[in-house]
């Protein structure tokens, strides 16, 4: 028994080997350089000077970059609840259609087409001389073009766009692999409709909702093109100034800090909802 | 045990007129049973019949088009399935898989809004009764497949209902198991003392444990009755070779006359596959000239080495193919005009049973004439 179970041990090491170098390569290392250089002093043209320094995270604490950090928070969190709020039901219906393939294929083909090009027809539609406004100021309906570009409106719109199917893709899958004569079953004991589904499809689904989850906060934390594109001076994300401080202000430690935080925030909210899910389902346990 | 006599209670479940489709295919077709109160009440039919079709509409998963259902009298279709008075053991279980045994047990009574000590006497209680202490903190898939089925029918039986609908519980299980738990299942409806529906394609699961069998074809009842009834008077051809062995053929009535000394009809039909004329003992008169089906069961034909006149009934033919099974033969019995019938022959007493009969010995095989039945299914020339 022991030696086999060293054996497997081996050839566990031996089978991820390649995909462990590929993480330190493209993941370790790269984490490691921007902690470096986020201690360190800005060189005069980018680059750094080697001379360890707290420049940097002083550097962060200026109110005007907490403000940015605290609505990429904010931002993040609303476009992500969306984001699953509306992926809740399509998934579902989609797992209880005859016609999954075709759902399938429809959330798929946007990815045909590049992503900026996407965001380049939200301008299109939501500009104030767009199609939208076009259309409801010929029908009557408003005589002024409504605002609805470059501001958080339009930021959060477009995100919940772009990672929407991040979000239906894991759930739709969880969905599909749930028994639904379980329904029946809670049904059947004295459940509600809704009732059934909270508390014995959730459960069943939590690993899809969590992908979900992760899958969209991730991503939208770091956004950067969207709000560039379509977002306007009060929407501002942190993605945004790392590039201002790579590229225009030549900041590089002061770059690698705003990594650095980022990363840290989205690791921490991450694991602190994956803690809180396991307490609740050991709760859930111990009620019962 | 107390006695379960005829209408002793009166009806729990009427089902009336029930027809149901799925498209263009008719599932149910005007299905009309009554089930009394206490009862073990089995649905038996082949695979695809509708008997799960039927079970999940009392159950309120589905809707008919026409038809009523009534449990005490009172109309239950408008309700949804949560308020009905029955609980269901589905055919794969459905067990909750993220709760353990006692959980998937308690899971009723918490909807309840029971208190704690009470969920937990009733859930002791009912875990006692399927016989599964110290499994109880088990979850699903850790459990095998009988414990799994007997979580299920606890979760069911917590509820406390009026109705027990069981959708082929022990289809799922080896045949020792299935026997085991087919005798629990039968005590534990003696010991809660509820209706059971039970719904089954084994007949002779049905046959072993029920008050009344209701026999299903093709989304049709052909017969509901108890299972004496079923065995020994079939309605129809259907019913006759679905339930146990028989031999079957269709006749013509030629002659009726009544018997003083056995007080029933003693009816003599042509049967064209034996080539000959068999009489066969009737309640009622039966008009000549009818084409129906004549039945004889092969335990209730008897068969001797050599080429001997046994009475009435009787033929001769060659052993075709023997079939020993310890305590039985069966055997397929090739008759002189190439008609095959099947005859069982138990072993009672050794060596009382006279010569061995083998393979390729001259047999001559008879029956009398109160054994056989007549089915009154009409049959007509171009079948
Ligand atoms: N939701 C449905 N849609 C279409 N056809 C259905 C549906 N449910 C059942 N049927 C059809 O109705 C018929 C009866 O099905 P049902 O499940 O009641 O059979 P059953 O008697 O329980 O069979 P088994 O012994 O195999 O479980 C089958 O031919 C089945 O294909
Ligand atoms: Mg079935």
Known sequence: MKRDKKRINVRAYLYSLPMGIWVTLFFAIPIAIILIYSFLEKGLYGGVEWRASLAAYKAILNPNFLIVIWRTVYISVIATAICLLLSFPASYAMARSRHQTLFLFLIIIPFWTNSLIRVYAWINLLSTEGLINNVLIKLGIISEPIPMIYNLFSVILVLVYMYLPFAILPLFTAIDRFDFSLLDAARDLGCGRLRAIILVMFPAIRSGFFNALIFTLIPIFGAYTVPLLVGGMGSTMVGNIIVDQVQKTRNWPLASAFSVILTLISMIGVMAMLGSGKKKEEMNEKLL | ?383
């Open chain 2, 1 to 383: 045990m107390e006695y379960k006599g005829e209408g002793a209670k009166g009806v729990a479940v009427e089902i009336r007129n029930i027809t149901k489709s799925f498209g263009d295919f008719r599932a149910l077709d005007d299905v009309s049973i009554s089930i009394e109160k206490d009862e073990f009440f089995s649905l038996l039919g082949p695979s695809g019949c509708g008997k799960t079709t039927l079970l999940r509409i009392i159950a309120g998963f589905e809707t008919p088009e026409s038809g009523d259902i009534t449990f005490d009298g009172n109309s239950i279709l408008h309700l949804p399935p949560e308020k009905r008075e029955c609980n269901m053991v589905f055919q794969n279980y459905a067990l909750f898989p993220h709760l353990s045994a006692r959980e998937n047990i308690a899971f009723p009574l918490k909807l309840r809004k029971m208190n704690k000590d009470e969920i937990r006497r009733k859930v002791d209680h009912y875990i006692h009764l399927v016989e599964l202490d110290g499994h109880e903190d088990k979850r699903p898939a850790q459990l095998s497949g009988g414990q799994r089925q007997r979580v299920a029918i606890a979760r069911a039986l917590v509820c406390e209902p009026s109705v027990l609908l069981l959708d082929e519980p022990l289809s799922a299980l080896d045949a020792k198991l299935r026997q085991n738990l087919l005798v629990e299942l039968d005590e534990i409806h003696d010991k809660v003392g509820i209706t059971f529906i039970y719904v089954t394609h084994d007949q002779s699961e049905a046959l072993s444990i029920s008050d009344h069998i209701a026999v299903f074809n093709e989304g049709k009842v052909l017969q509901t009755g108890s299972p004496y009834e079923i065995y020994e008077s079939p309605s129809t051809r259907f019913v006759a070779s679905f339930i146990g062995d028989t031999n079957i053929f269709p006749c013509i009535v030629e002659n009726s006359v009544y018997d003083n000394n056995l007080e029933e009809w003693l009816i003599t039909v042509q049967i064209d596959e034996l080539g000959s004329t068999v009489t066969v003992t009737d309640y009622d008169d039966i008009e000549i000239g009818r084409r129906l089906y004549f039945t004889i069961r092969p335990e209730k034909i008897r068969i001797v080495g050599g080429e001997r006149k046994l009475g009435e009934n009787s033929f001769s033919g060659f052993v075709d193919e023997p079939v020993y099974s310890g305590y039985q033969s069966k055997f397929f019995v090739k008759l002189d005009n190439c008609t095959f019938i099947k005859v069982l022959k138990g072993h009672t007493t050794y060596l009382d049973d006279g010569p061995e009969i083998e393979w390729k010995d001259r047999v001559s095989v008879s029956w009398r004439a109160v054994d056989g039945y007549l089915v009154k299914e009409e049959w007509s020339e171009k079948r």
